[in-house]
């Protein structure tokens, strides 16, 4: 009997041809297991890059330029709000205005500008100038060439404008508004002349008066207005209008009235020179007043309304008061608005003003009416603003 060899017992993995049939062990299975780490940093990993590492070394330099020209623009901005600023105060104290004026400083950059003491342009406007009875509505005027005086930019004293030009509003709303006849509109008629519609009171009673103004320059600081066509309208009665060869004329509608009633065409032929003014002879007239059929005749003439209404009643009215009762007008309210003489009434429509004396530098031009107002040019040349001198 063989004897029998004891058997050894293999590993089972050489029994299936493990590849590590040498022996060897697997690290893998001798290191102990742990999660992965994500975390940046750690060996292995790449650190990403921030979106401008891959930039052209140009491109970062260029923005870098962009944002400091950024800042130079808002640095030069700021200064230029603040010298506004000041200028608006400067010109409010010099002035002597309720409110400070609007003050645009153009061009670019305002600092160098400032470093050289002299800027481009600058635009000023002041609203609501006091104008003695009235308020101009606005001025504006663009200056150029401006010498600025004072420690600067943190001390502007004063200017010296080389070149100014604006223009002066009068409107027709402040007109309307602050002239003694409040009830009275105006408007424009044509580029040199301005309308005046509304009422008066006269005598009691709300007159209807029109009248139209010729604007003219007093020199070349001030502006005036003449006024003349004025009419006081007597409602449904008779048409005023002061002034020599003016007088007072019968609305159409009295003068039918008076055609019509035999007792006030009577009256009218009473008076012989009113008799005469209305083409009737002195034999006619005296018929008239005898004859009824006469009457009726000479008054129911085409002609005889409108010569009854070209005929001035003044003469009338003064030597006869009876005659105007008997016409059927109030002989109280025609005397009062007959002793209105032209200037009374023009001192209600009339206006003027005159640059302020602290612009005495500046000269009014041109003076046009327009839809809103009227409207007057300026000029000036080397007008010191503030303090000009460097001290």
Request: charged fraction near 30%; include cysteine; hydrophobic fraction near 40%.
């Amino acid at each position: 009997m063989t004897d029998t060899q004891p058997l050894t017992v293999l590993p089972l993995r050489l029994l299936h041809g493990d590849p590590d049939e040498a022996g060897v062990e697997n690290d893998a299975e001798d290191e102990p297991w742990s999660p992965p780490n994500h975390r940046r940093g750690k060996r292995g990993h790449r650190r990403r890059r921030g979106p401008l590492a891959a930039a052209p070394r140009a491109v970062k330099l260029l923005i870098a330029l962009s944002l400091c020209a950024g800042i130079l623009v808002l640095g030069d901005r700021c200064a230029q709000m603040y010298a506004e600023k000041k200028a608006q105060q400067t010109l409010q104290k010099e002035l002597h205005l309720a409110a400070a004026p609007q003050v645009d400083i153009h061009g670019f950059p305002f600092l160098t500008q400032v470093l050289e003491k002299r800027l481009q342009r600058v635009d000023v406007t002041v609203p609501h100038v006091a104008a003695q009875r009235l308020s101009l509505a606005k001025v504006h005027a663009s200056s150029r060439d401006i010498q600025l005086t004072g420690n600067l930019p943190s001390d502007i004293r004063g200017a010296v404008i080389g070149d100014l030009d604006g223009d002066v509003l009068l409107s027709f709303d402040d007109m309307n508004r602050e002239l003694a006849a409040s009830q009275v509109i105006f408007s424009r008629r044509t580029d040199h002349t301005i309308g005046a519609d509304g009422k008066l009171s006269v005598g009691g009673q709300e007159l209807r008066v029109r009248a139209q103004a010729q604007l003219r320059l007093n020199g070349s600081r001030g502006l005036s207005t003449e006024v003349d066509d004025m009419s006081l309208d007597v409602p449904g009665i008779a048409t005023y209008r002061p002034g020599k060869g003016r007088g007072l004329t019968l609305h159409r509608e009295t003068a039918e009235r008076i055609s019509r009633d035999a007792a006030r065409a009577k009256a009218l032929f009473s008076v012989p020179a009113l008799a005469e003014r209305l083409g009737v002879s002195p034999q006619d007239a005296a018929a008239a007043l005898r004859n009824e059929e006469k009457l009726h005749r000479l008054t129911g003439a085409p002609r005889f309304v409108e010569r009854l209404m070209h005929v001035n009643l003044i003469d009338a009215a003064m030597d006869n008061p009876w005659l105007l009762k008997k016409l059927g007008i109030d002989p109280k309210l025609i005397g009062s608005v007959i002793r209105m003489r032209p200037p009374e009434l023009s001192d209600r429509l009339s206006f003027a003003f005159s640059l302020p004396k602290e612009a005495r530098e500046l000269q009014l031009r041109d003076v046009r009416v327009e839809k809103d107002g009227i409207r007057a040019t300026l000029k000036g040349m080397e007008l010191p603003v503030g303090r000009t001198e460097n001290k």
